[in-house]
T-cell receptor
Framework: DSGVTQTPKHLITATGQRVTLRCSPRSGDLSVYWYQQSLDQGLQFLIQYYNGEERAKGNILERFSAQQFPDLHSELNLSSLELGDSALYFC???????????FGPGTRLTVL | EDQVTQSPEALRLQEGESSSLNCSYTVSGLRGLFWYRQDPGKGPEFLFTLYSAGEEKEKERLKATLTKKESFLHITAPKPEDSATYLCAAYHTGFQKLVFGTGTRLLVSP
């Protein structure tokens, strides 16, 4: 158990819908990262927050957004969902940028 | 462009048959090289961080080493429970993100 929690574990929804994925980092970690993993793409970095502020952006679509709250938990919002958004979404946390990241169990999103 | 390349893509070993996985990187301003283990449908599990060429770290049957251009994950006398996908990732100081390789799928047969 990495200490990072993610909810829900599974999410099944339809195209065009909007969903919210939630992540709680390990105790003491200020950085939260979001990744997308699909079969043909590997682990793709989406976005990083550090202590409530956006720190780095990767290949995140404009339909996706994230935020980190004062209690350090983070949410990833996915809207206007398409079939291609079906993937595993992982949250990771670390003490700060550059330190080892600890991953949560992931949320499996299926868009029908 | 920052790249992390892992080889082989897949590796099948007999129990007890030692081998090495390779991770080569072209990342300027490398701050750290990370190894993870990932089981199907699960989140990556942190194994090692290497910061400078010549550094080595060990954990049970695994040993990770780092040179200026690549890293190796040596698996000594593997067991079936070592079967997983092994991912390496390089941290780039400037872009402040981890760049992951696509992984090596290891299968250890009894």
């Amino acid at each position: 158990d990495s200490g990072v929690t993610q909810t829900p574990k599974h999410l099944i929804t339809a195209t065009g819908q909007r969903v919210t994925l939630r992540c709680s980092p390990r105790s003491g970690d200020l950085s939260v990262y979001w990744y997308q993993q699909s079969l043909d793409q590997g682990l793709q970095f989406l976005i990083q927050y550090y202590n409530g502020e956006e720190r780095a952006k990767g290949n995140i679509l404009e339909r996706f957004s994230a935020q980190q709250f004062p209690d350090l938990h983070s949410e990833l919002n996915l809207s206007s969902l398409e079939l291609g958004d079906s993937a595993l979404y992982f949250c990771a946390s670390s003490v700060s940028s550059g330190n080892e990241q600890f991953f949560g169990p992931g949320t499996r999103l299926t868009v029908l | 462009e920052d790249q992390v390349t892992q080889s082989p893509e897949a590796l099948r070993l007999q129990e007890g048959e030692s081998s090495s996985l390779n991770c080569s990187y072209t990342v300027s301003g490398l701050r750290g090289l990370f190894w993870y283990r990932q089981d199907p449908g699960k989140g990556p599990e942190f194994l090692f961080t290497l910061y400078s060429a010549g550094e080595e770290k060990e954990k049970e049957r695994l040993k990770a080493t780092l040179t200026k251009k690549e890293s190796f994950l040596h698996i000594t006398a593997p067991k079936p429970e070592d079967s997983a996908t092994y991912l390496c990732a390089a941290y780039h100081t400037g872009f402040q993100k981890l760049v992951f390789g696509t992984g090596t799928r290891l299968l250890v047969s009894p």
